[in-house]
């Protein structure tokens, strides 16, 4: 367990499941790239949040944006990631496709350990900040972005950034918008 602010907070990482066995083969992710030379290692952890009597509790974290700008952020989900040597864009470097599809994917799993059932990826924006290394390990973590009138909306924001293992160097950061359908409500 990590720590955060007070000696009586905590918060641990859960393994989140895969996706159901009848989903997996279509999926591009875990049907097509999850493969040795593609996607090596790609695992989800929920953020779980609790005291030492147990309660849960918000748990955030800070986010710098554009080396200036410091906000403050519920983290939702961390993935862990190992890229293979085959999906380059140019030699050496993965194509910032494959890291916009894991970004789209690690924000639909936060959604998930919202207790959201479904929502619809509406927007994704995505800043290239250096390139991502073919065969590196990195971290995917994705943060819920709050809202004034969240508990009337059907919108979700989240903010995610795409780090080295040691979290010192931003391959890429970026925002989206889910839009949950009103039969999932």
Not at 64 to 91: A, K, S, W, Y
Request: aromatic share 10%; glycine share 10%.
């Amino acid at each position: 367990p990590g720590k955060v602010g007070d000696d009586d907070v905590s918060y641990y990482y859960e393994k989140v499941p895969l996706p159901d066995r009848t989903e997996q083969s279509s999926h591009v992710i875990f049907g097509q790239l999850l493969k040795p030379g593609l996607i090596d290692r790609y695992e989800v952890y929920r953020r779980v949040n609790a005291t030492t009597n147990g309660d849960n509790i918000d748990g955030t974290a800070t986010l710098t944006r554009n080396d200036e700008q410091i906000i403050t952020l519920d983290e939702i989900v961390v993935g862990v990631l190992h890229f293979g040597q085959n999906l380059n864009g140019h030699e050496g470097i993965v194509h910032g496709g494959v890291v916009s599809l894991l970004f789209d994917d690690a924000m639909g799993f936060a959604y998930e350990a919202m207790g959201i059932k479904m929502a619809f990826t509406a927007n994704l924006v995505l800043n290239f900040r250096k390139p991502v290394p073919a065969g590196c390990n990195a971290l995917l973590r994705v943060y819920h972005s709050k809202q004034p009138n969240e508990g009337n909306s059907r919108k979700l924001y989240f903010e995610a950034q795409l780090t080295s293992l040691d979290g010192q160097t931003l391959y890429a950061e970026g925002t989206s918008l889910y839009i949950i359908p009103r039969s999932a409500l």
